[in-house]
């Protein structure tokens, strides 16, 4: 009987510690932020309006919070098209902060 006890106990700490662990892992950051690609970004989403060297529509002299905040909630300029709110889309503020870096060295770039 003793013998059953001992096992069932340790049966049941070893499925806590496995249920923990699946627990801690799931819950841990994926990395998405650290493997954001601004360039691929750019490309996919922002050069048909913006041109290939970031040539249109964005003023690099305008403050860094200014550009990602409108990348995150978006502008309607005088005429269209409109550019979308891109935190409603799932882009960080850290992710339009790249984005503005990245816009910036492409209108710089010769």
């Not at 009987?1 to 923990?20: D, E, R, S, W, Y």
């Not at 990348?71 to 891109?86: C, L, R």
Request: hydrophobic share 45%; aromatic share 6%; with cysteine.
């Amino acid at each position: 009987m003793k013998t059953l006890k001992i096992v069932t106990v340790a049966a049941a700490m070893v499925g806590a510690f496995f249920i923990a662990a699946v627990l801690v892992t799931a819950m841990a950051p994926t990395g998405s932020q650290d493997q954001f690609d601004a360039g691929a970004t750019f490309k996919t989403k922002c050069v048909a309006c913006h041109g290939q060297k970031a040539e249109k529509k964005f003023d690099s002299a305008m403050p860094d919070a200014q550009l990602i905040d409108i990348i995150m909630k978006g502008k309607k300029p005088e005429k269209p098209p409109n550019m979308p709110a891109y935190a409603e889309k799932g882009v960080s503020a850290e992710q339009a902060k790249a984005l503005v870096e990245y816009m910036k060295q492409l209108k710089t770039a010769p």
